[in-house]
């Protein structure tokens, strides 16, 4: 049953509560609430951050002019409320699934959505963008960026800050504190506080304190400057902010609805220097279940909304990212020098087992994915065998520093790539499609790709043996295949791969996890008379060049198949190829790969079925290398 939502009903785009009191603003947020619990406990989705905002949020495009007045979401994923009050509501139902509502901020999707988002601390240095086009071009709308204190452990937040002050006169920062706080509320007298410092009242008084300071000697003025401001900043703790330029107010209750308006107004008013309202908050404020629970339902699949329970299916197999945590804490047994980073993903990339197991040898560093590989290069130069856990599209934000700071060096630091290839419901932005090509160009990086959860152990010994290069190795999202783990994997030989299958008409050469799918697709060949070889790289660099030659000596045709973008694996094997002249005898070749665009959330069957990854993809390539009639492709798809 939906819930009962009277005033919200009334509400198609934030205009509609300008109008409103406060009381009723709070009314609205109630029921914005309920309704947020119910639409994702049909989709699922990220709730606990979203629930955290709720009252923010109305007070937000209350107070400020949406969409003439920019307000930028850090990250996204706690935008639902903000969605559903931006016209989007009839859609709401519809998120993450294909052809609905991203789970993130879209500038396609919404007017409302100034700036797309899903990584972190990306808020603050768009809306300085947006500050310094509208001072350039005369215009007087505001700016206004919500951020999170888990976002600020990223040093790209301080550099848009530190940038800032220098910039611009009006820009509000919205610091949505709501795990570990900066400063902790103290009730009324905190909220009370924060109205009055940002008042014009305590304003004028300050700009009259600094007038009189003025007729002071020098030495005096700066001293009444600083007596001024630590002062302030003993009360407020904003004295750091204040440092960075900013006019720091806080820190206020999150969800008192009477202070939010209120302290939102005066900042609103303030524009002689950029402002940071710090804000705290309750992640899964409201909802019992996400109150109690461990991660707040930062992320849940369906869910029974009375009580809580989340409709996860069965699974015989374990997850990739279980098997590679698992793996890690028994070679950490072992080996004492094995050390795990992970940068505010402990949890999602595994290590929390490791941390569980070795908490002197885990390291969280935040949102940092920079300082996280060179943190990782500075422990393996002293000759730890450190292990660098990142997701895949995350790992892109560290990527001069795995150039500059440890593929020059040749330091050994072993780099799990999380979440590699397509990742259904988070969409693009989550996709990890460019580490094949991006690591892979790297001088003297080892690049894996394990098949299955089984080959995953394989690859984790393989790092943990490789003590004079960089390695990495990637695997998806989601459950493994169901083979049997070794009680205690080996490693491979290094740039050797195998044959899986033998054939003669056609060779199809995978690298990780679409081997399963590449075996289908050779069964579906064979009950149609082709025969084909199917192998298993294993490696991308370096390239096993003699199982490559051979594959292309005894078959008609190669087809590489990746779950990367162009420019990967199957660029680095057409290379390789060239090079020692087995194009020259006329060996057709198809590289299969992503596609050349950024692919839209939906169901991880129907991405693989679009990017023509799945076993049919694999066989309508087959016979089109193979120069097959129509009649022969129809055949073989029945």
Known sequence: MPPITPLLDTVNSPADTRGLSVAQLQQLADELRLETIDAVSQTGGHLGAGLGVVELTVALHHVYETPKDILIWDVGHQAYPHKILTGRRDRIRTLRQG????????????????????????????ALGFAAARDREGRDNKVVAVIGDGSMSAGMAYEAMNNAAETTRQLTVILNDNDMSIAPPVGGMSAYMARLVSGDGYRSIRNLGKSVAKALPRPLQEAARKAEEYARGMVTGGTFFEELGFYYVGPIDGHDMDA???????????????????????KGKGYGPAENAADKYHGVVKFDVVTGKQAKGQTNAPSYTRVFAEELVKHGQVDPKIVAITAAMPAGTGLDLFGARFPERTFDVGIAEQHAVTFAAGLAADGMKPFCAIYSTFLQRGYDQVVHDVAIQKLPVRFAMDRAGLVGADGSTHAGSFDIGFMGALPGMVLMGPSDEAELAHAVATAVAIDDAPSAFRYPRGEGVGVEIPAMAQPWEIGKGRIVREGTALAILSFGTRLQESLKAADMLAARGLSATVADARFAKPLDIDLLLRLAREHEALITVEEGSVGGFGAFVLHALAEHGALDRGLKVRTLVLPDAFQEHDKPELQYAEAGLDAEGIVRTAIKTLGLDAAAAAGLRA
Do not use: C, M, W
């Open 260 to 282: 939010l308006v209120h302290v939102l107004q005066n900042a609103r008013n303030i524009d002689d220097k950029p402002v940071l309202v710090h804000v705290v908050t309750q």
């Open 99 to 126: 052809g609905g509502l991203s789970g993130f901020t879209k500038r396609t999707e919404s007017e409302y959505d100034p700036f797309g988002a899903a990584h972190a601390a990306t808020s603050i240095s768009a």
